[in-house]
């Protein structure tokens, strides 16, 4: 009995440990990207974009990269989720236990692992073969094929955890696949599907690999799909590489605002899929 306590003390310790030990990081990170990115955050980095000698210290802004990261994540998103829906909907609806299902899973599986820069290289390829210079559709196709995988089993999983019973009430009433899918399965799965999304989206936005080779870098505004888009984890990147500290401190002023944009998204998205988790059936 003595040995069967101590063994539960002891993996109790360890996931508090381990629990408190994540908590600590992200506060860690969090108080480091504010302490020294809030002093050097202004409206005029919000509102403008980069002037003469902004990368030297001199005055501009980021709203650029603010503005061509919620392109390029948006645009990644919604095309991604056009064929993320009908793919999970496939793989749980028409062949949940095939083995074409299971080879699906598998490729998902390591699109998943698959690092984003050879999303971006192989952007790049296409987009060299294809005569396409690097632009914010460029970016945008990078982005959704690198959130292809984890939107698909994020809804996948969700998909997956709603009641067998619905989907059999609904077929004893005649429904046929497809209505039961997009009328009962959907809408019972809304939360999980919302919580997917936002995996994918956090993901895009926060990528620099990806778009490095696709999407390019500009101080201006994209005004089509075909021309140059700036982003902020590239705005990251390119100013912690200058030798000024009043550039690297907006470096961290750039991540700072990437960083409220995730958790607004978060916050937003959280409310919403509590509303609908209340028209849930468990």
Known sequence: MNRRKAEEALFKTLMVGATMFVLGSLVLILGTVIWR??????????????KGGYYLGKEGGILNAIVGSLYLAGGATGLALAMS????????????????????????????GVPSIVYGAFGFIIMLWLGIRASLMGGIIALALLELPIMTRGMEEAIAMVPFALKEASYALGATRLETALKVVVRQAMPGLLTAVLLAFGRGIGDAASVLFTAGYTDRLPDS????AAS???????????PFPAVQERAYAAALVLTVIVLALSLISRRLAGRLTEHVIR
């Open 37 to 50: 990115g809030l002093p050097a955050l202004n409206l005029a980095m919000l509102t403008q974009t980069p």
């Open 85 to 112: 829906l009908p793919i999970a909907l496939y793989l749980q609806i028409y062949a949940a236990r095939s083995r074409a299902a299971e080879l699906a899973r598998l490729a998902l599986d390591v699109l998943w």
């Open 225 to 228: 799909l075909f021309s140059p």
């Open 232 to 242: 902020l984890p590239l705005a990251v990147f390119f100013q912690l590489g200058t």
